[in-house]
C-alpha cells in the first residue's frame, strides 16, 4: 500500500496574505532601488545630485530615526570624505568607486524596533574568519558614533 499523506508547506503570515514572500515594506524597497537604477542609466553614468537626494530622503524620515541618520550622514563625510552618498533601496548609503560600503536603514522603512547600520561585502572589515557587518540603532551616544566613525574609516581604508 502507498503512503498517500502530503507534507504541509508552511507559509508566514506575509505570503498567505499577498501571495509573496516578501513583504510590502521589502516590496517598496525593491521598487525604490529599481527607480535609482533606471535615473543612473538615464543619466549615462553623469553624476547628479545623489547627495541631494540623500538628504531629502533623510528629511522625509521622523524623530529619532532622521536625528541618527542626520548624524551618521556627518560622521560618515567627516571619516571617509571619498565616499559618495547615495540612496540604495531608498536608504542613504556610502559608495566606493560605484559600489555601497555602507548604509543606515531607518527602523519606521520596514517596521522594526531599531535602525541599522550595515556594511557590504566590499567594506574592509575582515577581523579573523568573523566579524559584524550590521549595528542595530536605538540611539547614538558619544562613544556610539566614536565606534562607527572608526568602523567606517577601516572600512572604507
Known amino acids: ?41 538615464r543619466a549615462g553614468g553623469a553624476k547628479g545630485d545623489d547627495e541631494g537626494a540623500l538628504l531629502a530622503k533623510i528629511a522625509e524620515m521622523s524623530g529619532s530615526d532622521r536625528v541618527m541618520a542626520e548624524r551618521i550622514h556627518a560622521i560618515v563625510k567627516a571619516s571617509a570624505p571619498d565616499l559618495t552618498p547615495r540612496l ?29 547600520f550595515g556594511f557590504n561585502e566590499i567594506a574592509n572589515l575582515d577581523d579573523g574568519t568573523m566579524w559584524p557587518t550590521a549595528f542595530a540603532l536605538t540611539k547614538l551616544t558619544a562613544a556610539d558614533e566614536k565606534r562607527i566613525g572608526a568602523l567606517v574609516k577601516k572600512a572604507a581604508g
Open 1 to 41: 500500500m502507498k503512503d498517500t499523506r502530503k507534507v504541509a508547506k508552511a507559509t508566514t503570515a506575509a505570503e498567505e496574505t499577498s501571495g509573496s514572500a516578501f513583504t510590502d515594506e521589502e516590496r517598496a524597497a525593491m521598487k525604490e532601488r529599481a527607480k535609482e537604477v533606471k535615473a543612473a542609466r
Open 88 to 116: 540604495w533601496y531608498g536608504m542613504p548609503g556610502y559608495a566606493k568607486d560605484g559600489k555601497v560600503l555602507c548604509f543606515f536603514q531607518s527602523a519606521a522603512k520596514f517596521k522594526t524596533r531599531y535602525a541599522t
